[in-house]
């Protein structure tokens, strides 16, 4: 039996899931310190690589983050002096055939949007390298600081794969079409400080001051208005996907909304709860709304 034939027979592993994981975690640490949650990607031996254990794993901190009403920052990093190398190569076999394969960067892709779309304000702490799923991961989230010394590239070419989940369509967006090809067709590993040109990360700091200024960084956060926080994310994150006139409608949404919440909320010809109060009790309010409503213009539109 050739290698190919013993590859084809090794079991596969499934989409990524969180729904067989338990608490404590075996290949990440999960820290909550009741506004501050830090993920740290535990597989230093490997340099944080995601294997099949920590992709689940994974999933299920971030699902527990995304639960959470009292956590308002996310931390993620790595140990070892790594922040993560990527998907584990070494496990690839067992993807299985092209449609399970398929499944699986699904997953991966849910697990990007779970992180991108957290009503948190996530940052990535990066030291050493960020490559691959390494480096998709910071793509995902809305701050990225890190070490002079930290690397990153999209080295999947020279492995024959290509990206599954954000390696060629967050980076576009976030560097341009020419330099995501750039750094796709060529796969060098790139020094922090053109990451921060590129503006595809926000701050490198030498090595000594990683832990100090994500610290600084946190506490300004942690200062602002939350609501505000969070309305800021949804109308930035949806807008940019979004043709200009919706964008737009996002932001004027949520001047109604910051309003709202800073106790101007009452306006004169809105219901102010009357509405689903008359449902629950079936009061004059919904029997003549309903009454009014219930068979207009059934008969369609050529009148009899």
């Excluded at 034939?5 to 969180?18: D, I």
């Excluded at 989940?165 to 020419?178: D, E, F, H, K, V």
């Excluded at 994150?237 to 309003?259: M, P, R, V």
């Amino acid at each position: 039996m050739d290698e190919l034939e013993q590859l084809r027979g090794v079991p596969k592993a499934g989409a990524p899931t969180s729904h067989n994981v338990t608490r404590p975690y075996e290949h990440l640490i999960y820290e909550d310190t009741g506004q501050v949650a830090t993920i740290t990607l535990n597989r230093p031996h490997a340099r944080n690589a995601l294997s099949i254990a920590l992709s689940d794993e994974l999933i299920h901190a971030l699902e527990v983050v995304r639960d959470s009403e009292t956590l308002k920052v996310l931390v993620i990093q790595g140990t070892g002096g790594t922040f993560c190398a990527g998907d584990d190569i070494t496990e690839m076999n067992r993807w299985g055939n092209p449609n399970q394969a398929m499944r699986r960067v699904a997953g991966y892709q849910r697990m990007a949007d779970t992180l991108d779309n957290l009503d948190k304000i996530t940052i990535a702490k990066v030291d050493g390298y960020a490559v691959g799923g390494g480096l998709e991961i910071t793509m995902a989230c809305d701050f990225v600081i890190a070490a002079e010394s930290a690397r990153w590239g999209m080295p999947e070419v020279d492995v024959g794969i290509t990206p599954g989940w954000g390696g060629t369509t967050r980076l576009a967006r976030l560097i341009g079409r020419r330099l995501t090809k750039e750094i796709n067709f060529l796969g060098a590993l790139h020094p922090a400080r053109r990451a921060a040109e590129l503006t595809l990360w926000n701050r490198v700091v030498p090595d000594i001051h990683l832990e100090s200024a994500t610290e600084e960084l946190i506490q300004v956060l942690l200062s602002k208005n939350q609501q505000a926080m969070r309305q800021l994310k949804v109308i930035i994150t949806n807008g940019i996907e979004a043709d200009l006139k919706t964008a737009q409608a996002f932001e004027k949404l949520s001047a109604g909304l910051t309003c709202a919440v800073n106790g101007a909320w009452e306006v004169d010809d809105a219901d102010q709860g009357a509405g689903w109060l008359g449902f629950r009790e079936k009061g004059k309010l919904w029997e003549q709304r309903r009454n009014l409503a219930r068979n207009f213009w059934t008969d369609g539109p050529a009148s009899q």
